[in-house]
């Protein structure tokens, strides 16, 4: 059922496809509404490994973050595996402290070789991209867990990360005598601007003609093994943390591995783990202008969950993955989950997304036991706008079904339950495993998942899905296009936000093929346009 299934849905396969350069845009044309250039449906998943690519080794408890004007993704750290990629190994798995750049246009990972002092190797940490300077674009990164289960309480700033990256470890003493409170590890950081003629969280203080940046850091794991309920912020203008003062008495419990994103300014989060076996669905608020929490009852909720990951789109928060403990004593049972989840932070409903699998051939469903057999007819993903029927196998079902136990993704080995994506695969899985401590983000409106592990094997495969594009963008491809075709110089006449986004999607090539659009009013700007998009939008939803 839409918005409440706890379905448990096995992983699919079916062979791989030549990935051309914009294969993005050609592959989910049927996607797009022309007539709003907004996509109207959920995706399908893609598996992002190409076998003749050069791959960053198998982790989880990793971090990656976009940086869309430049079109790359920067990874850092992790949980590596010492396996030989499909069977486990009596090996101790090693902490990282690589460092990797994803060019989202080429879809290439290239290892970055930074001087300076590098962090630890850690894993459960945070990272940040800092681009107050144009010319130099910085990556912040704090805390986690080292080998030997030490806890890190440094702040790292890799400067200069796409021309002379170098590392900078951040002295105690700029960062205040409290940074010995700071150690963690399974915390969450979430950015918030402050823009000028505003007052600052922090210092309530007026914030600077060129605006300010925040890191916002809440809960983890502490030495104590303490699950903490605190947040913290990090000043990027002053270099320097300090702990907010929340006003409210009621807030969430102490947890780790829960997943935080900010929307305006508010932080919503999710699920999270406390103690050694209590798994958190509750969702909570914090509002930024007043500090004060908020628990949002929503019916619905996805499963409670740990390690799982999320990010923001438009208004709404996407989750995926995780895992939960069941059962009671000595008898527990680990559960690991690839569900979808989206929340939206404006109506408060959540609603579980479905994506299906990219391919021709029959209409056949997933059933229960994932064989393909069930015929076409039921409507799986969201109601209404996002209601789609998937494609479930690529092929025949029974053929595909037999194709799939030469899969190492198919849990085709008798000693375990799950393994790891070879890369020599005939059949890799084109939809995510089960797993947790994976890392995602957004990027062009596509949801992206990395990494994690099951309870066995860390992985390397990648994963991502269109996502509909928020409401309030909808028409920028149209205005795209239209300022292309008739050469308008739109740097000067538009607001600099836009102008940068506007730069990133003309960049590679439109995402559109307009032959012609409707002119502009005289008296109308494109912020205008953009509004009354929204509004029709919104009225049309």
């Not at 250039?37 to 960053?56: F, I, K, S, T």
């Not at 296009?481 to 538009?494: D, H, K, M």
């Amino acid at each position: 059922m839409s918005g409440c299934g706890c379905d448990d849905v096995p992983p699919l396969l079916s062979f791989p496809q030549p990935v051309p350069l914009h294969w993005r845009e050609a592959h989910h044309k049927s996607e797009v509404n022309p007539a709003t250039g907004a996509r109207n449906v959920a995706g399908r998943w893609d598996n992002e490994v190409r076998r003749d690519a050069v791959l960053p080794r198998p982790r989880s408890g990793h971090t990656i973050v976009v940086h869309e004007r430049e079109g790359v993704a920067i990874m850092f750290g992790g949980l590596g595996d010492d396996s030989d990629g499909c069977h486990p190994v009596n090996v101790k798995d090693p902490v990282l402290n690589d460092l990797w750049k994803y060019d989202l246009r080429t879809d290439t990972w290239t290892e970055i070789h930074a001087t300076g002092t590098y962090p630890e190797p850690v894993f459960g940490h945070t990272a940040e991209i800092i681009d107050t300077d144009p010319e130099n674009l910085c990556l912040l990164v704090f805390g986690g867990q080292s080998s030997g289960g030490a806890l890190a309480n440094e702040t790292y700033i890799l400067s200069n990360v796409l021309r002379d990256p170098q590392w900078h470890k951040l002295s105690s003493t700029r960062s205040g005598s409290i940074v010995s409170s700071l150690a963690r590890w399974g915390h969450t950081m979430v950015t918030l601007y402050e823009p000028p003629n505003t007052r600052s969280i922090i210092t309530q203080a007026p914030v600077s003609q060129d605006g300010n940046l925040l890191l916002i850091v809440f809960g983890g794991m502490a030495a104590s093994y303490e699950s903490l309920g605190d947040v913290w912020v990090f000043d990027v203008s002053r270099m320097q943390w300090s702990e907010l003062q929340v006003k409210s008495a009621r807030r969430p419990t102490g947890r780790r591995r829960h997943v935080a994103a900010i929307d305006g300014h508010k932080m919503w989060v999710f699920g999270g783990r406390s103690e050694w076996n209590y798994f958190h669905k509750d969702l909570w608020c914090l509002d930024l202008d007043t500090l004060k929490w908020s628990e949002i009852a929503t019916p619905c909720s996805p499963l409670p969950r740990t390690g799982h990951c999320g990010a923001m789109h438009g208004h709404h928060l996407y989750i995926f993955g995780g895992f939960e403990l069941r059962g009671m004593d000595e008898e527990w049972d680990y559960v690991l989950h690839n569900d979808l989840h989206r929340f939206n932070t404006k109506t408060h409903r959540w609603e579980e997304v479905r994506p299906g699998i990219a391919g021709g051939g029959d209409d056949v469903e997933r059933d229960g036991d994932g064989d393909g057999s069930k015929p076409k007819g039921l409507r799986l993903g969201l109601r209404g706008l996002l209601s789609r029927t998937p494609r479930a196998w690529r092929g025949k079902g029974a053929a595909a079904a037999e194709a799939a136990s030469d899969s190492c993704c198919a849990g085709a080995h008798a000693e375990h339950e799950t393994t790891h994506t070879c890369p020599d695969l005939v059949h890799p899985c084109h939809e995510p495993r089960k797993r947790s401590m994976a890392a995602c983000y957004v990027y062009r409106d596509r949801l992206f998942i990395h990494g994690g592990r099951d309870k066995y094997l860390a992985f390397h495969c990648a994963f991502s899905v269109a996502l509909p594009a928020p409401p309030s963008r909808h028409l920028v491809p149209l205005l795209a296009q239209y300022i292309v075709t008739n050469g308008i110089e739109y740097r000067a006449r538009v607001p600099p936000e836009l102008s940068a986004y506007l730069d990133s999607v003309l960049a590679p090539r439109p995402l559109l093929q307009v032959r012609s659009a409707p002119p502009l009013e005289n008296d109308m700007t494109v912020e205008d346009h953009r509004d009354s998009g929204e509004d029709e939008d919104e009225d049309a939803a």
